[in-house]
Every structure is written in C-alpha cells, then in structure tokens.
C-alpha cells in the first residue's frame, strides 16, 4: 500500500513538473510513445494504443503514464565502466533525408527511477508489449563493482527451461536462476552497458529446448536504471528480415535511420534502390540529397521542416531527379525525442510514388477532358474508353495460371460516360495458389474509376505480403474503403494440389458453376457489403474443381437489364452456358465469353471465366 502510495505520489509530481514546464499532454505523450518505440522496436501507433491501456488498468490519466514512462525510459543512472568488452556494440541507425534538427546532450530527467514505482511501470509496459523481453538491475558491493544482477521485469511470454514463468523470475539473482550466465557474453555484454550506457547485441548464444538447440540475439540497451534485454530466435530475425526486404520491393519502400548523438546514417537495400545508389559508396550525405529535390517543391519542403520543428510526425510527397529521372517521393519521418522535444533519432521512410503520381496526372487529365467536352457524347465516350483502359487493361487472350485457363470480357455500358466500377484479379500468390476476384463499386464516374483501382491494387498487395484467405481479404477491403464508398466483390482462392476452391463474397452475385453440362449457381456464404459497416465479418465457403469444370464470376450488370427481372437474367446466362456446353466445341469457355455480345445499356459489366483441366 505505501509503495502505491509513493507511485501514485511521484506521477503527482510528474504532472506538476508537466505543467510548471508548460509543455501540453499531446506533446508529453507525443514523447512518450517515441520512447517507447525506440526502445522496444514496435511502432509509434502501437506504442500509443499500450500507453492508452496501461492508463485503463490503471485507472489514471494517459498524460500521467505518458510522464512516468519517461521517467522510466530516460532516467540514467551513473555506473563505473567495466572495462575491455568482446561483445559487439549495435552499429547505430539513423533516417533518410530528415529536416535538420538541433544536436543537443540528452539531459537526465530530475525524476528517481529505482524502487518499486519505477519497477511497477516498466513490468506494466513489457505486459503489453509484443515479444519476448526481461529487465534487470545491476547489485554492486561495497566498492562499486557489479557482483550480480537482479530480475525486476519480465515479459509474461518467457518461459525457461524449468518452466519458471516471468512472476516467477521477478526478484530472484540470475547467478541463482542461471550461473551458466556467469561470465559469459551476456554477461559480459550487461557489465559494458552498465558501464558506458551504449546499446550492444550478442549474437549466435546457444539455447536448447526440448532436445533442439537454437541460436538467439540479444539485444542490450539502457533503460532507466536497469538494463533491457530483447532475446529473438535469429531464425525468426530471418524471415522477419525476408519478409521486410519483399515488402520493400513489393511496395517500392526504403527505411533508413540517423543517430544524432553518434552522427551517424543506415539504409536499408530499398532505399540504396530507390535513389540508384552504390551501396558500397554508403548513405548520401544531407546535401547532396538535398540538390536533388526540384526548386517547386521547395515551399512543401520548408513547411515539412516547420512541422518536424513542432514535433509532429511528418509526411510528405516531392520530387527528386534520380540519374537524370524525375521520381516522386514520400518521407514518412518520425524522431526520439529528449526531454526538451529535441530528436535524438530520427526514423524514415521513403517511398516511390512515381507511378501512383503519374496515373494520378493521366486521371487528372482525363477528368479536365471530360469536363472540356460534356457536350460532345462521342468525345466523353473515347475519354471513358481511355480512363478503362489505364485502370483495369483487358487481356486479349487468355491468362495461364497453374491448373486454370482464365478469360477475362469487359462490356462497358451503351451510355456515354456511364464510366463504372467493375474490376477483375486473376494472379498465382508465392505459395502456388491462385486468386480470382470481380468487384463492383457503387456508382460512376472517375470516383468510382478510383476506389476500383484502390481495391483492385490492394487486393493484390494484400494477397502478395499478407494472406490469401478470400475472408480475411474481403476484410481487409471493407476496412480500406469504410466511410468512403461502398462495393461489392467476390474473392476465390484455388489451391492447384487438391484442386480446391476457396471463395466468399460481400454482397455480390455468387459464381455460377458448370460441370457435365449443367450450370448452377453456388451457395453464397455469408458477407455483407463492402464499406458499409465496421463491424462486417465474411465466411468462406469450398468446392472441389473437376476436370472440364468452368467458373463463372461475374458483376451484376451481366444479368440486370430494365426489361426484366434478376431471376430471368440470371436464367438466360444459365441457359446461354449450358448450350456452350452442349455444342462441344474444342474452347467452350472461349465461347461462351465471345456469345455476351451484349449486356445492360446502363451499367459497364465484368465476366471472368475459369476452366479447370
């Protein structure tokens, strides 16, 4: 109760500091959350949302966990060097091209960062954040020297060898817990971390578990008065660093890191490729980064500056000249920050938007064409024709794909300028499989030309980097455009192995299926449309593909028309496929597609046709 008591006391304090300096709650928790990321290597957003849910476990206000995890995270205590160390300091990283900040000392904070306060709030931090992570503290004699180190925080995730749980760990020596530590590189590593208070990394530690043994990395930096380890498997810093490098290329996306207390730059690979650097030569020095931006842009240059200057995350689209190119660029630049809203690290990335900027101008255009030429049908019809093509390209043969032959058959409506939102998705994923999509956004025009691209660009990132499950990505979809506009799509996805199809819908017309001559319309699992609710979930449903087999996905234009019902549209395409089929011809699919002569005056349509076998 009385350590409760004191905690509760020194946030008290903290918030009166907060206030005497007069620095605002968004800036305190603005700082905060750069700490925490630094430190713990998840991102600034993620760090807010663990500050917002320790103040709910503790019922306090966010600026007052906001200031007690600056306490925590930034108050050094001085410790005599341990000497000659053999463990390797971690190489410092810094950021791409960042507004010049002012180099200053990290001051240390006139807060106490030891006893049970200070250890309450670093143990409720690492209960939420991801990964496995423990915090010690060093216990010295009577000289000074360090003789031991004591757990005061541990992740609930670790377990050791005995069992022995984070709860279990807290208090106990490590030479009790562990003297197989005694003296190794950790060990080593803790004592030179203590002693200069520079971040380090053990790498290749041996780890046995369950008759296999695994390498880990450990991760030491300072934190508070203690010492923050990160251990992961260096097989899963493997994928991690695979999965990172093919989201680089995949979205044409470099990171890089400054370090301003060591002046020092790191680049990833991706970003060495987006400004077709050596990357023997290293980063680019600040200047000559600089003389490659054009003299336009220079105004949204000097207000990105200002921005960062205020402490605010910065995001912003310029251009460059890159070897003769023009490409444009997005910074996304965050900052560390010390006690006085000064960076310490400055974090970016950039990416090249060249092609989204470029079809934004050829859209940009088009629309100035159709607003010049309204009065001209033929001329908004051609313009129309123009914009279809830029967005969604119709293949004129079929698409080969492992197991399927996949035709594709756009009929745009008889109306001038009824530009739709109807689009297709026919790709292989990197495990083998294949996704099938049509969607529909609601409406026409070049708002609905847009979302259409949005979705049908997501989809395919979204399938490449992050799942191919056709629920999880029509949730993804309803997420991306809530709010915004709604649509409605059909996603499948068929595994070529067991000749499996997997597929759900948001609102759209179910496939039709024919095998042996008979057509039908599958059972449509549950999904409602896309954008209309937060809340929205999408089940799947699956079918196993025969030989001969042919899929038909298709948006609603193909079976609307004013003159008749849906039920005598979908009827007539049902009755046209299964004449295809009885004709026997050698390419029934091509067919079928090349008998939708015509389909609803009012609205453009989208058939994708696939045949198995």
């Known amino acids: 109760m009385d350590a409760d008591r004191g905690y509760a006391q020194r946030l008290a304090e903290l918030d009166a500091r907060i206030e005497q300096a007069r620095l605002s709650p968004e800036i305190v928790c603005e700082r905060a959350a750069g700490l925490l990321a630094g430190r713990s290597g998840c991102r600034i957003e993620d760090a807010h949302a663990h500050m917002r849910q320790l103040a709910a476990q503790q019922g306090s206000g ?36 960042p507004p010049s900040p002012e180099r200053s000392p990290r001051p240390t904070p006139p807060v106490e960062a030891s006893g049970a306060g200070w250890a309450d709030v670093v143990q409720q931090m690492l209960d939420t954040l991801p990964g496995r992570h423990i915090v010690v503290i ?275 409506a008889e109306q001038a300028g009824r530009v739709g939102g109807d689009w297709y998705h026919a790709a292989t994923t990197d495990e083998g499989n294949i996704i099938l999509a049509v969607g529909d956004v609601a409406g026409h025009g070049l708002p609905a030309a847009t979302t259409m691209a949005e979705l049908r660009h997501a989809l395919a990132a979204l399938a490449a980097t992050t799942t191919s499950d056709p629920a999880r990505l029509l949730s993804h979809l309803n997420r991306l455009i809530l709010g915004t506009a709604t649509a409605t799509a059909v996603v499948a996805r068929y595994e070529p192995a067991g000749h499996t199809l997997t597929w759900a819908q948001a609102g759209h017309p179910a496939p039709l299926l024919a095998r042996r001559g008979t057509a039908v319309e599958l059972a449509r699992p549950n999904g409602p449309l896309l954008g209309a609710s937060r809340s929205a979930a999408y089940t799947s449903a699956t079918r196993v593909l025969e030989p001969g087999d042919l899929l038909v996905m298709y948006t609603d234009g193909l079976i609307e028309h004013r003159s008749s019902s849906l039920s005598e549209g979908l009827a007539r395409v049902t009755a046209l496929l299964e004449r295809v089929l009885a004709a026997a011809g050698p390419e029934p699919m091509d067919d079928f597609l090349a008998q939708l002569r015509r389909a609803n005056p009012d609205d453009d349509t989208c058939v994708l046709v696939a045949r198995h076998g």
Do not use: C
């Open 138 to 412: 060093p216990e010295r004699d009577g000289s000074g020297e360090i003789v031991d180190y004591r757990f005061v925080a541990v992740s609930p995730s670790v377990v050791d060898l005995a069992g022995r749980t984070g709860a279990q760990l807290v208090g106990e020596r490590v030479s009790t817990i562990y003297p197989s530590i005694v003296g190794g590189p950790v060990w080593r590593a803790w004592s030179e971390v203590a002693g200069d208070g520079q971040a380090r990394s053990v790498s290749a530690v041996p780890y046995l578990h369950r008759d296999s043994e695994y390498l880990l990395t450990v991760d030491v930096q300072p934190v508070g008065a203690g010492l923050l380890n990160t251990w992961t498997r260096q097989d899963e810093q493997s994928r991690l660093t695979e999965r990172i490098a093919q989201t680089e290329r995949l979205g044409l996306l470099g990171w890089g890191e400054w370090d301003l207390v060591a002046d020092a730059t790191v680049w990833s690979e991706g970003l060495y490729r987006i400004y077709e650097r050596d990357p023997a030569d290293g980063p680019m020095p600040r200047e000559e980064s600089d003389a490659l931006g054009l003299p336009e842009d220079e105004e949204q240059r000097r207000q990105a500056t200002e921005a960062f200057g205020r402490g605010e995350t910065v995001d912003v689209t310029t251009r460059s000249r890159v070897n003769g190119k023009i490409k444009w660029l997005r910074a996304v630049v965050d900052a560390v920050r010390d006690a006085d809203g000064r960076p310490v690290k400055i974090y970016g990335i950039i990416q090249d938007v060249t092609a989204r900027e470029t079809s934004r101008l050829k859209l940009a255009e088009v629309e100035k064409q159709l607003r010049e030429h309204r009065q001209d049908l033929a001329t908004e019809h051609r313009v129309a024709t123009q914009l279809q093509q830029i967005v969604i390209p119709i293949p004129k043969a079929p698409i080969e794909l492992p197991g399927l032959r996949v035709g594709v058959r756009y009929i745009p």
């Open 62 to 97: 966010l600026g007052a966990v906001a200031a007690a995890v600056i306490a925590a995270l930034e108050t050094q205590l001085p410790m005599p060097s341990a000497g000659p160390h053999t463990v390797t300091p971690r190489p410092p990283r810094s950021a791409p091209h």
